[in-house]
């Protein structure tokens, strides 16, 4: 059982480049984040998704968007990256609204330079 | 927005000390979560509290639901040099919802 499964773990970008990141979760749940995590910041929401099709806002949405297409993945994207958004990017799955268990992936290193 | 207030923010202790940490809200929470991250890796659930004045343990770890709803401690029993890592609470504010706050870490060293 992989669990959460994020790719690539690590990436070093230029200004202005585009990439994105993936989340794969084979839990079957209905609920998926994007977190990031700065040193002394603790973990800050970028968007979410309540099921499939479905996609919103967090705490710090600016310069990424996403995508939640088939109920095991979401998609974070940068479409013109900057250096504040290096960072190290969580992703989280949860089964239901209920259930308050959150389940992360491994974490993807991004630089940008 | 809502804040979780963790601390301490760093501890340094020796291998077989007993760790004590908690977190503080100014919102009440209906859960209380309290995750490990290791270095390189990401938060691994640890114990997850739903009533307040719960106590839960895992091993030679205990947390605890505060009476107020506002608070939630972790303690940890005679520590190891593998229990090094961040410490995290998380909660989620009274009558559900799909976001959990997270606090802003403890981060343990423990010396042999």
């Known amino acids: 059982n992989a669990g959460v499964t994020q790719t690539p773990k690590f990436r070093v970008l230029k200004t202005g480049q585009s990439m994105t990141l993936l989340c794969a979760q084979d839990m079957n749940h209905e609920y998926m984040y994007w977190y990031r995590q700065d040193p002394g910041m603790g973990l800050r929401l970028i968007h979410y998704?309540?099921?499939?099709?479905?996609?919103a806002k967090g705490e710090v949405p600016d310069g990424y968007n996403v995508s939640r297409l088939k109920k095991q993945n979401f998609l974070l994207g940068l479409e013109s990256a900057a250096p504040s958004q290096t960072s190290v990017y969580f992703c989280?799955?949860?089964?239901?609204?209920?259930?308050?268990?959150?389940?992360f992936g491994q974490g993807t290193r991004l630089t940008v330079v | 927005g809502q804040q979780l207030n963790q601390s301490p923010q760093s501890m340094f202790i020796q291998e077989g000390e007993d760790v004590s940490m908690n977190c503080t809200s100014s919102s009440i929470f209906n859960t209380w979560l309290w995750y490990k991250q290791d270095p390189g890796e990401g938060p691994v659930l640890l114990i997850a509290?739903?009533?307040?004045?719960e106590l839960t343990s895992n091993g030679r770890l205990t947390a605890q639901f505060g009476i107020t709803r506002k608070d939630s401690f972790l303690n940890i029993s005679a520590s190891i040099p593998s229990d090094v890592g961040i410490y995290f609470c998380?909660?989620?504010?009274?009558?559900?919802?799909?976001?959990?706050?997270f606090g802003k870490g403890t981060k343990l060293t423990v010396n042999p």
């Open positions: 998704s309540v099921g499939e099709g479905t996609t």
């Open positions: 989280a799955s949860k089964r239901t609204l209920l259930e308050a268990e959150a389940f």
């Open positions: 509290l739903y009533k307040a004045g």
């Open positions: 998380a909660g989620r504010t009274q009558g559900g919802s799909e976001k959990l706050v």
